[in-house]
T-cell receptor, first 113, second 115 residues
Framework: DTEVTQTPKHLVMGMTNKKSLKCEQHMGHRAMYWYKQKAKKPPELMFVYSYEKLSINESVPSRFSPECPNSSLLNLHLHALQPEDSALYLC????????????FGQGTRLTVV | AQSVTQPDIHITVSEGASLELRCNYSYGATPYLFWYVQSPGQGLQLLLKYFSGDTLVQGIKGFEAEFKRSQSSFNLRKPSVHWSDAAEYFCAVGLNAGNNRKLIWGLGTSLAVNP
């Protein structure tokens, strides 16, 4: 199994809503990532978890809250988002060796209204 | 500072023509290099990677890339492009320094294929 599964595929939320994005992998990777991507732009790193501990937070606003319940799961909790947060949110995982070869999920297309 | 440059923002080729997408990097150590492809609304798929060894690497979908240390380049090539190759292509360098593990991305090259 070389897949990273993200749910939901699409999400529309109001600015006062609370929602969560979910990501799952069963490749035994101990590094997991959240990225935000705008159209025609490269992905922007948001968070990195290494061995289930947050190792990188790229100065992301607190309305985004990551969580890594175990080595297979990664969540991104969303609260009080702004319309400019609308984007494709990508989850990825990689082994701790092998030079950060990242496996990406298909993403969640988030629209904030 | 580490960086990746993809000089061509947009390229159009005819189906069946050859393709070369350029990538230059700035990195102090031996780089881990990647090419990813992204179709509209999709995630990123790894085309190929270079870690060490043979500088000409083969990837999926008939793509290859050559690592040239002297030119700090990792250009992607395909001898004959298919219409389904139209997509966004990203070159990336892997940064792995202690807790600082991340990919540094180029801005991407958008490939259009004429029938």
């Amino acid at each position: 199994d070389t897949e990273v599964t993200q749910t939901p595929k699409h999400l529309v939320m109001g600015m006062t809503n609370k929602k969560s994005l979910k990501c799952e992998q069963h490749m035994g990777h101990r590094a997991m990532y959240w990225y935000k991507q705008k159209a025609k732009k490269p992905p922007e790193l948001m968070f990195v978890y290494s061995y289930e501990k947050l190792s990188i937070n790229e100065s992301v606003p607190s309305r985004f809250s990551p969580e890594c319940p175990n080595s297979s799961l990664l969540n991104l909790h969303l609260h009080a988002l702004q319309p400019e947060d609308s984007a494709l949110y990508l989850c990825a995982s990689s082994p701790m060796d092998r030079g950060l070869q990242a496996f990406f999920g298909q993403g969640t297309r988030l629209t904030v209204v | 500072a580490q960086s990746v440059t993809q000089p061509d923002i947009h390229i159009t080729v005819s189906e069946g023509a050859s393709l070369e997408l350029r990538c230059n990097y700035s990195y102090g150590a031996t780089p881990y290099l990647f090419w990813y492809v992204q179709s509209p609304g999709q995630g990123l798929q790894l085309l190929l990677k270079y870690f060490s060894g043979d500088t000409l690497v083969q990837g999926i979908k008939g793509f290859e890339a050559e690592f040239k240390r002297s030119q700090s380049s990792f250009n992607l090539r395909k001898p004959s492009v298919h219409w389904s190759d139209a997509a966004e292509y990203f070159c990336a360098v892997g940064l792995n320094a202690g807790n600082n593990r991340k990919l540094i991305w180029g801005l991407g090259t958008s490939l259009a294929v004429n029938p």
